[in-house]
């Protein structure tokens, strides 16, 4: 069982990860971090993604020795000394938590959208957050809580 090395939510973690897990199930199963849901599982959902070098993925198509020297930032890891993030406080000031299950994902790709581009058109958000599928509710309220945002 290799021995992963990478920074989780700012710290330095090892893992020893089975041959065929996922980042997903390092997670969840291994490292009980269950704000990262699983959807679909192949990729065509969001509800399973994280951030990992900077940039949105879903932890369900990456293998546990691709996150080896990675820095993986997940929903358990955007608040900071008890208090949430601006992004969180944001969709629950404009209703955009809904059924809980796609929010961590969408959450956080707006906080990578917010990140590299700080002034988004509803395009934009539209665009960033196209691999984030809600199924019920729709996304009228989280592209609102998102647009709050903009700096200017
Ligand atoms: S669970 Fe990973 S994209 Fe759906
Ligand atoms: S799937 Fe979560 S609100 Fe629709």
New binding site residues.
Partial sequence: MPEIKFKLNGKKIKFDCPDNWTLLRMLRDGLRLTGTKEGCGKGECGACSVIMNGELVNSCLVLGNQVDNAEIITIEGLSENGELDRIQKAFIEHGAV??????PGMILAAKTLLISNPNPTLEDVREALSGN??????YKKIFEAILSLKES
């Fill in positions: 809904q059924c809980g299950f796609c929010t599928l809600c199924r019920c509710t729709g």
